[in-house]
């Protein structure tokens, strides 16, 4: 044999070896469609991903990967798989995919939503738990939460006595806000009878609308350095605007304690009383980004899943007259609603469930990333994978749901269905250590501004527009939003 066969043989045999490793390699990954190159699959994405994904998870099955740009991506489409994901192997799959646009200020650094699970992660997780959400402290600022939605109300008679048409989700968007700035700073940040002081709303809208874009960074990484397209600037600015709201926040309570002059018990007192007695803790970073990390959770989700409630009820106008009926015999027409008054709301508890179930405020929750190879039933999701878990799709699966994409809460009449990341087939939270600890606080606020919207009012859609033709376009972002804003007159009952 002489040198140049055995030179081309040994090519073939690489070749052979290289392609046949490769086809190996390539069935551990889960099916999905053929990438293109260097793009891969981008192209499928479209303008709504969440119905884009759940369509290709028909083809390629419960369990797809994608490649997008230079990310190898997972999505996760039924409630089993997402089981084992979010509980068996929660920990495996505890990672966050951290977005290029957040990086800002070094905002992920310190935030109890994109830090990894760690000691101070368990730390932050805690202190947020004990000082905000746990029973006591919700049941403690169960006055507050009240005044606010009653001033809600108040504002929807005036606009009810001048025939006024109001935008739902503007309105909600600022008792939201105000909701959690008195619970935290115990003063208003808006004012819901006036338009003044919108830039926090729009800093905060500014926000979540760049963490919503596709981002050619997070696709390329490579790119990192350039931001083509200005994400990563523009969301830099707001997040300064935030930061720079809660340092004046802190600041001002500061000087307050300083001067002996402050009597407030409000989690900001709280925070600094923790740095005070325990600085290893927490630091004034760790209290902004917390901080931060709530206004933009609670607000747009609340303000989403009560539009959407609304825009439902008042397609279906017999959903409207079963729920008031509820309201009228178990409340009293027109009487105010306390967040004790829930349990005894059923019918109302369904609403809230079914519009969870067809609008999840996250379509995919948080983006999740495995940091090591793991073997996910017969499959292995390469280290540094972006996981989707699309609750979206889960949430309308012919095989669990009886006509999925008709919106009935009728189906959870008598179910024992939960919310609380236990049952996989409804999880609009999420589920397992990442579960979003703030649930207990919207399970609380949810349905009773919903109820008090409709056990104060009727409502009417502007313009005469009949339910039948009342716009249910989505607008996919970080959170699932009503593409055509909602308005409505209200009308008292």
Request: glycine letters at 6%.
């Amino acid at each position: 044999m002489d040198y140049y066969t055995l030179v081309f043989g040994s090519i073939l045999a690489l070749i052979f070896l290289y392609t046949t490793l490769a086809k190996l390699s390539t069935k551990k990954l889960p099916p999905g469609p053929s990438p293109w190159p260097i793009i891969g699959n981008i192209h499928l994405l479209g303008a709504k991903p969440h119905v884009s994904l759940a369509n290709l998870a028909k083809k390629y099955g419960p369990i797809m990967s994608l490649k997008l740009g230079q990310i190898t991506t997972i999505v996760i489409s039924s409630s089993s798989i997402a089981k084992q994901v979010l509980k068996n192997q929660d920990q495996a799959f505890s990672s966050r995919f951290i977005p290029n646009a957040i990086q800002g200020h070094n905002y992920c650094e310190f935030s109890v939503g994109w830090l990894p699970v760690c000691p101070q992660w368990r730390t932050l997780r805690r202190i947020l738990n004990i000082n905000i959400f746990s029973p006591n402290r919700l049941d403690a600022n169960q006055h507050l939460r009240s005044q606010k939605v009653k001033e809600l109300i108040a504002y929807c008679e005036k606009c009810s006595q001048q025939g006024e048409a109001l935008d739902i989700s503007q309105v909600v968007f600022k008792t939201s806000l105000n909701l959690l700035s008195n619970t935290l700073f115990s003063k208003d940040l808006a004012d819901p009878f006036s338009d003044s002081k919108v830039e926090l709303k729009e800093v905060i809208a500014g926000i979540l609308t760049e963490f919503g874009k596709p981002n050619l960074v997070d696709f390329f990484p490579i790119l990192e350095m350039i931001d083509l397209q200005g994400i990563r600037r523009r969301t830099t600015i707001y997040i300064g605007k935030l930061f720079k709201l809660f340092d004046d926040l802190i600041n001002e309570r500061l000087e307050e304690k300083r001067k002996g002059s402050n009597e407030k018990s409000d989690v900001l007192e709280m925070f600094l009383n923790i740095c005070e007695e325990n600085p290893e803790e927490i630091n004034h970073n760790h209290i902004k980004t917390m901080f931060m990390d709530l206004f933009l959770a609670a607000t747009d989700t609340t303000t989403s899943t009560l539009e959407w409630a609304m825009a439902e009820i008042l397609k279906q106008p017999e959903i409207m007259m079963k729920v008031q009926v509820e309201l009228a015999k178990i409340i009293g027409k027109g009487k105010s609603i306390e967040e004790v008054d829930v349990t005894r709301l059923p019918y109302l508890q369904c609403i809230i469930k079914e519009t969870l179930r067809m609008h999840p405020p996250a379509p995919f929750l948080v983006p999740r990333k495995v940091e090591q190879d793991v073997e996910l039933f017969d499959y292995i999701i390469p280290k540094g994978s972006q996981v989707l878990v699309n609750v979206w799709s889960i949430g309308k699966e012919f095989t669990f749901w009886d006509e999925p994409l008709v919106f009935k809460p009728e189906r959870f009449w008598g179910s024992d269905l939960d919310m609380r990341g236990q049952d996989f087939d409804l999880i609009p939270f999420g589920a397992g250590r990442r579960i979003c600890p703030g649930f207990p606080l919207a399970l609380r606020i949810v349905p009773v501004i919903l109820g008090s919207l409709l056990n104060s009012f009727n409502w009417k859609l502007e313009a005469d527009i009949g339910p039948e033709d009342l716009d249910m376009e989505e607008k996919f972002g970080i959170t699932l939003a009503k593409a055509h804003p909602l308005r409505v007159i209200p009308f008292l009952l």
